[in-house]
């Protein structure tokens, strides 16, 4: 059974940081792209970034290019969200998720944490 588990969320000032980190099981997760998706109230969920397994290559969706930051440990079997900058509309609820394949920059990933809530204020 696939398990995606996000952790570090809470609240943070305006200018802040936090880093999400998301343990995976049940997979080999050293072959699997992983990304990072948000969701505020009453709004959809959105694409953040994510990060291939082959080579680890990243994408950011541009509100958050030179701000946040995605790593990978394959030897944990964790991903990162490094959030640095923080702004209030950073606010939402935060969804790691896993894919076979290449393509990264997708909303058809096959595997979904819970997610951890993020609060920004100002």
């Known amino acids: 059974q696939v398990q995606l588990v996000e952790s570090g969320g809470g609240l943070v000032q305006a200018g802040g940081s936090l880093r999400l980190s998301c343990a995976a099981s049940g997979l080999t997760f050293s072959t699997n792209t992983m990304g990072w998706f948000r969701q505020a109230l009453g709004k959809e969920r959105e694409f953040v970034g994510g990060?291939?397994?082959?080579?680890?290559?990243?994408y950011y969706t541009d509100s958050v290019k030179g701000r946040f930051t995605i790593s990978r440990d394959n030897a944990k079997n964790t991903v990162y969200l490094q959030m640095n900058s923080l702004k209030p509309e950073d606010t939402g609820v935060y969804y790691c998720?896993?894919?076979?394949?290449?393509?990264?920059?997708?909303?058809?990933?096959?595997?979904w944490g819970q997610g951890t809530q993020v609060t920004v204020s100002s």
């Open positions: 998720a896993a894919r076979k394949g290449v393509v990264v920059v997708t909303m058809n990933y096959d595997y």
């Open positions: 990060i291939r397994w082959t080579d680890s290559y990243t």
